[in-house]
């Protein structure tokens, strides 16, 4: 069965880091990208960049970029997002899902709420 | 950077009824690279057609989708009472960012 399990919810302050997780299964993890979207609660979705986990080659949308770092490990079929200095509006719910170019985004996790809050 | 523009906002409809989702894109949207997504309240979304208009697996066949260049639509031609929800659309054309489109409700009249 095609899975990606992503990691709890976080409660962070400001300024704190943070990584989480997105671990596929039922599939071949190498063979397609990983994406992650943000979406604030109530409002629509945001991509915010992809990885290939083959090599771990990466774009980043350039709302994105420089804030977040995004990385996978192929050996345990992870995908990773990971902020070293959150803010309030980081606050969110962040689904990674996998892509590729013949059908868009195929499947999705199950998102993880990240709530930043001093 | 590819803008999609959806429209209406809102549409509010029976059951029954047919649905027509509007996804506008700022520039062409080479090969058809446009999907549309499912989402219900609480949960994640869900693929309902790629390539402009192919449906993904599992997905009932009065979902169609159609279009090309710079102008998509999502058809619902009887909406079930699981059909209300929100729809949106995504480019992912030649390069990223892979940009979504800010939605369309669809609710019950």
């Known amino acids: 069965e095609l899975q990606l399990v992503q990691s709890g919810a976080e409660v962070k302050k400001p300024g704190e880091s943070l990584r989480i997780s997105c671990k596929g299964s039922?599939?071949?993890?190498?063979?397609?990208?990983i994406t992650w979207v943000r979406q604030v609660p109530g409002k629509g979705l945001e991509w915010m960049g992809r990885?290939?986990?083959?090599?771990?080659?990466?774009n980043y949308s350039p709302s994105f970029e420089g804030h977040v770092t995004i990385s996978a490990d192929k050996a345990i079929s992870t995908a990773y997002l990971q902020w070293t200095g959150l803010k309030a509006s980081d606050t969110a719910i962040y689904y990674c899902?996998?892509?590729?170019?013949?059908?868009?985004?195929?499947?999705w996790g199950q998102g993880t709420l990240v709530t930043v809050s001093s | 950077e590819i803008v999609l523009t959806q429209s209406p906002g809102t549409l509010s409809l029976s059951p029954g009824e047919r649905a027509t989702l509007s996804c506008r894109a700022s520039?062409?949207?080479?090969?058809?690279?446009l999907a549309w997504y499912q989402q219900k309240p609480g949960q994640a979304p869900r693929l309902l057609i790629y390539?402009?208009?192919s449906r993904a697996t599992g997905i009932p066949d009065r979902f169609s989708g159609s279009g090309s260049g710079t102008d998509f639509t999502l058809t619902i031609s009887r909406l079930e009472p699981e059909d209300f929800a929100v729809y949106y659309c995504q480019q992912y054309d030649s390069s990223p960012p892979f940009t979504f489109g800010p939605g369309t409700k669809v609710d019950i009249k």
């Open positions: 899902a996998r892509w590729a170019r013949a059908t868009g985004i195929d499947f």
């Open positions: 990885i290939d986990p083959s090599d771990s080659y990466t």
């Open positions: 039922g599939y071949s993890f190498a063979s397609y990208w």
């Open positions: 520039q062409r949207v080479s090969s058809s690279y």
């Open positions: 390539g402009a208009s």
